[in-house]
């Protein structure tokens, strides 16, 4: 049974930093994408940052200059760096990786997400 199990959210306060973490077990295949998400309430699901695996990385122009995603190929590991947070940056982040089978099947894995609140 495939897990991603997320870690580090919480409360800080306007100005301050958090750092994300993701972990997978028993993915067997090989992951190519990566990314975190977040959702906000009253507001669809939006991308936040994403990492392929030679490592080129997409942000959303919101987080661009703030935020840094970082990938760990040999632990499955995903990990997102908030810097300057905002109000605006309030949501439920979630972990997402993508993995594909030797056949080219892909197989889409989701965290249970964890709260982030930026809050004086």
């Known amino acids: 049974q495939v897990q991603l199990v997320e870690s580090g959210g919480g409360l800080v306060q306007p100005g301050g930093s958090l750092r994300l973490s993701c972990a997978a077990s028993?993915?067997?295949?090989?992951?190519?994408?990566m990314a975190w998400y977040r959702q906000a309430p009253g507001k669809q699901r939006e991308l936040v940052a994403a990492i392929g695996s030679g490592g080129p990385t997409t942000y959303a122009g919101s987080v661009k200059g703030r935020f840094t995603i970082y990938r760990d190929n040999a632990k499955n590991t995903l990990s997102l760096q908030m810097n300057s947070l905002n109000p605006e940056d309030t949501a439920v982040y979630y972990c997402n990786m993508v993995a594909s089978d030797p056949f080219g099947a892909e197989y889409d894995y989701w965290g249970q997400g964890t709260q982030v609140t930026v809050s004086s």
């Open positions: 028993e993915i067997r295949y090989r992951i190519n994408f």
